[in-house]
């Protein structure tokens, strides 16, 4: 067994298919084909030596190590998500773009300016 974290993308299939319970849903969530996700599976299972899921008649169930390591790969993938939206938030800017005459700018827009700058950084 490899001490290496297995691909990410086996890692999200297996996530998608284990809270679908089936490889048909997570391929669409995911979009891919079944056999896609299917091949994701299995290379997982192979590194990991063990398999993830029982595969039944139009079915699919975890197994024990498949429910051992659903939980860790769903806050794994929502910890991933919520840092990069909390990133994404960090470098959004907004701007505004004001156009005023001189004498409006010079009397009014000017001495403001510091104050709004301060109340909305």
């Not at 297995?6 to 996530?15: G, S, T």
């Not at 039944?56 to 498949?66: D, I, P, Q």
């Amino acid at each position: 067994m490899s001490r290496r974290l297995p691909p990410l993308n086996a890692l999200r299939a297996f996530e998608a298919a284990a809270r679908h319970l089936s490889f048909t849903q997570a391929a669409e969530e995911l979009n891919v084909t079944p056999a896609a996700l299917s091949f994701q599976i299995k290379s997982l299972e192979e590194h990991l030596g063990a398999p993830l899921f029982r595969r039944l008649n139009r079915a699919v169930e975890l197994t024990e190590a498949g429910a051992a390591l659903a939980p860790a790969a769903n806050e794994g993938f929502r910890a991933l998500s919520a840092g990069w939206q909390q990133t994404r938030r960090l470098l959004d800017t907004t701007s505004l773009t004001v156009t005023a005459g001189p004498a409006l700018t010079a009397k009014w827009l000017a001495p403001r300016l510091y104050d709004f700058a301060r109340s909305h950084p």
